[in-house]
């Protein structure tokens, strides 16, 4: 063997070997979450209830600036949601309805919607632009958070 | 004019002032009519979801009970296909009693029964606003009934027998708890989906309130108990809670109604989130006054 074909070979094994690491490691990356996607999501909505009602305990505190941390962790949960309902997860567990799947497009906007929503929510906080946030506190849970309840979503059991 | 009939005119006012109602009320009937329609819900079942800016009342909507299927009807002002042509008597009798001009007996699918407690005021300016509103060309869906003699026998004996009818009050109570009780029993006919029913699919005004499993519940959805039950009712919320989830829908663990609750809160042209302040308050004391009830309504 020559050593130009040696070092071609070399050179073939290494990158070969970097290219199956960044596969495992990509494949790693992609498996987020416990596997379950209907615990995932439910999970995720009760973490985005909780950082809703800790913005509108902010908010009644006059403590405005602070909720731009919780409107950014809205924003990054509405990122995961599309993923979190795939095709088949429709279950008696979930307050899911099946209109998310016949109507994707729509679910998907809503979805895209409380993202950027939240983010502008977290923006004009962050600008200390107070009367600006509250104005659009008034009508967030309604029109972002309600736009997908209410046709997506089967009411849930009620808690005292 | 002298400094004694100035004061005097200003005790006036005062006094004047402080008899204005809890919901301070624009003049016009037909903006006062769109307040009512707003503490209606928006009266929603008459709208189509998702066309409230092309069919705003315009009927259409399907509904599926044990007797067929119904369909809500145009009630826009349109003279061919809607209520134009109809006096405002022949609206009021509609709402309050169930007959059309014709004579033929509505469903109470839309819930005459309860809207017989609305005062002729409001009524009246209701049919303003509903005449305010742009008319639709569309015309009504049949029903399709499957119970033989359902119209005939069934129906009126059911009326007879097990539909309570509420009094109407000689006007709108404007404040304190008979104004919440007004709002939320007649006007806002919160008992419809709230109240349980029975085996023959009457409310249980007994149990005021106190929710609906799957099975009885509107559109086949549970409904809560908003009594102030303390473990199954809305005992734990605070009377500001119950205000600012009317006004907001959201509620104190942070969720946001959704489905119908969520639908009568935005409401079409108005909802309960129009209401005011006073208005939500009255019905929220009204409804930490009522009897608790503890009736669990889960999965």
Redesign the interface.
């Given at each position: 063997m020559t050593v130009r074909s040696r070092v071609c070979g070399s050179v073939l094994v290494i990158v070969g070997t970097a290219l199956v690491a960044a596969a495992c490691a990509s494949s790693e990356m992609m498996k987020v979450g416990s596997g379950d996607p209907v615990a995932d999501r439910q999970r995720l909505m009760k973490n985005v209830g909780a950082n809703w009602a800790d913005i509108q305990a902010k908010a009644k505190a006059n403590n405005f600036e602070a909720i731009a941390v919780n409107a950014d962790t809205l924003a990054l949960n509405a990122m995961h949601v599309p993923a979190l309902f795939p095709k088949g997860s429709l279950t008696d567990k979930s307050k899911a309805k099946p209109e998310i799947w016949q109507k994707w497009d729509e679910f998907v906007k809503v979805a895209k919607n409380l993202e950027t929503q939240s983010e502008k929510l977290r923006d004009t906080a962050r600008a200390k632009k107070n009367d600006e946030v509250q104005a659009m506190l008034k009508d967030f849970g309604r029109n972002v958070c309600g736009a997908c309840h209410t046709p997506f979503r089967v009411p849930p059991p009620q808690r005292s | 004019m002298s400094a004694s009939r100035t004061l005097l005119v200003f005790l006036a006012g005062l006094v004047l002032g402080s008899a204005v109602p809890s919901g301070a009320q624009p003049r016009d009937p037909a903006a006062r009519g769109k307040y009512i329609f707003a503490a209606a819900g928006g009266c929603g079942c008459h709208t189509e979801?998702d066309r409230v800016d092309r069919g705003l009342n315009a009927g259409g909507r399907r509904y599926d009970g044990p007797f067929g299927t119904v369909y809500a009807t145009n009630i826009t002002p349109d003279p061919e296909t809607g209520i134009g042509k109809w006096t405002d008597e022949q609206v009021i009798t509609a709402i309050r009693s169930g007959r059309r001009p014709n004579g033929e007996r509505l469903l109470p699918v839309h819930p005459y029964p309860t809207f017989n407690g609305m005062a002729e005021e409001d009524l009246r300016t209701l049919v303003a606003y509903l005449r305010s509103v742009k008319p639709v060309k569309r015309a009504n869906t049949p029903k399709r009934i499957s119970v033989p003699l359902f119209e005939s026998v069934f129906l009126p004996a059911w009326l007879a027998y097990f539909a309570a009818r509420e009094t109407p009050p000689p006007t709108a109570p404007v404040s304190g708890l008979a104004r919440g009780e007004y709002l939320a029993r007649a006007v806002g006919h919160c008992g419809e989906c709230h109240t349980p029913r029975t085996v023959t699919m009457s409310l249980d005004n007994s149990r005021l309130f106190a929710?609906n499993p799957k099975s009885r519940g509107p559109e086949g959805?549970?409904v809560?108990?908003i009594t102030p039950?303390?473990?199954?009712?809305?005992?734990?919320?605070t009377e500001e809670q119950i205000v600012d989830y009317m006004a907001?829908?959201?509620k104190?663990?942070?969720?946001?109604?959704?489905?119908?609750?969520?639908?009568v809160?935005?409401g079409t042209s108005a909802g309960y989130?129009d209401l005011t302040r006073a208005d939500l308050t009255a019905i929220a004391r009204y409804l930490k006054s009522i009897p608790p009830v503890k009736n669990?309504?889960?999965?």
């Open positions: - | 979801k929710g959805s549970a809560p108990n039950d303390r473990d199954t009712g809305l005992g734990g919320w907001t829908g959201n104190p663990d942070g969720d946001v109604a959704g489905g119908l609750m969520g639908e809160i935005q989130k669990r309504i889960g999965e």
